[in-house]
DNA sequence: CTGTATCCTATATGATACTG
DNA sequence: CAGTATCATATAGGATACAG
């Protein structure tokens, strides 16, 4: 059938240009940190919910808590995720109620840090665009 | 009315956990790279497609084949956003057909050098995340 | 050429209920 | 405790048509 011309042309499309943009591993891994929930939970493995201590294991509860408003879907979802990619270790043992803990692996120690290298230009850089950001919304009083 | 619960409930814990995590600017660093075309619409002023140039000013019909199936409307709000957000400039020159050309600050070529590290951590390690992704594919055949 | 406005759908994500 | 399954919905994002 020929009925899902926009769907399928889309599809088409995004195989063209996915191609074209290969050559960017940046896009691949922005695919991955782009979810939600990803990098927060990256950085609570990495360095707790403070984003300053050192990398340790977790168990869900304790992602969930620290995660806040992280729904348990979301949260499966997202250890499922990078368990499958390698980025972290998934731990079950077998106590009255089950225990499970998640805990970085070499490889997601490693990307934690380029994410830390993200952070940095964070602090330096986000007063001035927030700054930026506000006196743009002033200098259209018009609006 | 309280006939929202849930948007109402939603946007409530939201300001909590955002709170609770405003510790780390990744958080709203994140917020902003993570809308898909904004880190491949820096990567094209910061280096170019092949994501290994020098910075340049770009025009939109430009940047529009660069970020191949990006639509307008897609286009048009990561410009404005980024131009609100000071990472870019726009000019606009009065030519027949309008000319207007992007081009980074010294704000977006900073954040551009940031995500390139993070990109040199894709290129060093994504071969071993899509390895570990095929494998656990591979791996569960009863699916 | 460079947008803006509108509509429409896919997707992401949350709420809820149930299970080992 | 740590999920799984299902349903509901908000939102992102694309298609299309129109405009300066």
Same mark, same amino acid.
């Given at each position: 059938? #020929?009925? =899902?011309?926009?769907?399928?042309?889309?599809?088409?499309?995004?195989?063209? !240009?996915? @191609?074209? /943009? @290969?050559? &960017?591993?940046?896009? =691949?891994? %922005?695919?991955?940190?782009?979810?939600?929930?990803?990098?927060?939970?990256?950085?609570? /493995? +990495?360095?707790?919910?403070? &984003?300053?201590?050192?990398?340790?294991? %977790?168990?869900?509860?304790?992602?969930?808590?620290?995660?806040? +408003?992280?729904? $348990?879907?979301?949260?499966? =979802? #997202?250890?499922?995720?990078?368990?499958?990619?390698?980025? /972290? #270790?998934?731990?079950? #043992?077998?106590?009255?109620?089950?225990?499970?803990? !998640?805990?970085?692996?070499? %490889?997601?120690?490693?990307?934690? +840090?380029?994410?830390?290298? %993200?952070? +940095?230009?964070?602090? $330096?850089?986000?007063?001035?665009?927030?700054?930026?950001?506000?006196? =743009?919304?002033?200098?259209?009083?018009?609006?």
């Amino acid at each position: 059938m #020929t009925t =899902q011309t926009a769907a399928d042309a889309r599809r088409d499309t995004a195989a063209e !240009y996915n @191609a074209f /943009l @290969a050559n &960017c591993p940046s896009r =691949q891994l %922005l695919d991955r940190i782009s979810d939600k929930w990803v990098a927060l939970t990256l950085s609570a /493995l +990495g360095s707790g919910p403070d &984003c300053d201590g050192d990398p340790r294991p %977790l168990r869900f509860s304790e992602l969930r808590r620290i995660l806040a +408003g992280v729904s $348990q879907k979301m949260l499966t =979802q #997202t250890l499922r995720n990078l368990e499958a990619d390698g980025l /972290l #270790t998934r731990t079950v #043992t077998a106590t009255v109620p089950v225990t499970v803990t !998640y805990e970085l692996t070499d %490889l997601g120690v490693s990307l934690h +840090g380029a994410i830390r290298a %993200l952070k +940095g230009w964070a602090e $330096q850089h986000m007063d001035e665009v927030f700054s930026n950001r506000t006196s =743009q919304a002033v200098a259209c009083p018009a609006g």
